[in-house]
């Protein structure tokens, strides 16, 4: 005679126990993943933040100002950097753009002189702010998925900082 099973329930609560961990566990992650990229690019919804004609940033915990924008109606992420002389581009960036490498030129950079490429750029558009026909540079050394937004660009507009925050609208 065969007795009934009676670690049957037993099994299906393990199973449930661990299905509902992992679930919280994915959770968890989407919206930490989440919480750290609102930081690192806290300007991600620029369109509440416009008005026609001028954009307002607002720092990231580092310092920065983070904030997507198009570069030939596609979205990317740039970082404003005062320090650069030009645009750049990562290549694996420029590449997904359909960009094409220009000439060489040697450029120095923090981490030694390197060779970039240049390329040309149809539009920028940061909210209701656009640019048109843009030089920029290819850098295959850089591996993020940033692009700085160099002097070039940044010297077209009137930039204002007040405290954490940075106006930027036309001349």
């Known amino acids: 005679m065969e007795l ?3 670690n049957a329930p037993k099994k299906v609560s393990k199973w449930m126990w661990v ?6 566990g994915g959770l968890s992650y989407q919206y ?5 990229a609102r ?3 806290p ?3 620029l369109n509440n933040q416009t008005q026609q004609g001028s954009i307002t940033l607002v720092q990231n915990r580092q310092g920065h100002y983070v904030v997507d924008g198009l570069i030939d109606g596609q979205k990317v ?9 030009s645009t750049v581009l990562p290549q694996h960036i420029a590449d997904q753009l359909g960009l094409t490498r220009g000439y060489a030129s040697q450029v120095s950079t923090a981490n030694g002189i390197i060779s970039v490429y240049s390329t040309e750029i ?4 940061l909210g209701s702010l656009t ?5 920029a540079q290819i850098n295959p050394y850089m591996d993020d998925d940033t692009v700085l937004l160099g002097m070039n660009v940044l010297r077209q507009f009137k930039l204002v900082q007040q405290g954490n925050e940075l106006t930027i609208s036309f001349n």
């Not at 992420?77 to 002389?85: E, H, N, Y």
């Not at 149809?122 to 558009?125: A, G, I, R, V």
């Open 4 to 6: 009934p099973e009676h």
């Open 19 to 24: 299905i509902a961990w992992l679930c919280l």
């Open 32 to 36: 930490f993943d989440s919480k750290i």
């Open 39 to 41: 930081e690192y690019n």
């Open 43 to 45: 300007n991600g919804q």
């Open 77 to 85: 992420t740039f970082m404003l950097d005062t320090g650069a002389t």
């Open 122 to 125: 149809k539009s920028l558009s």
């Open 131 to 135: 640019l048109y026909d843009l030089r």
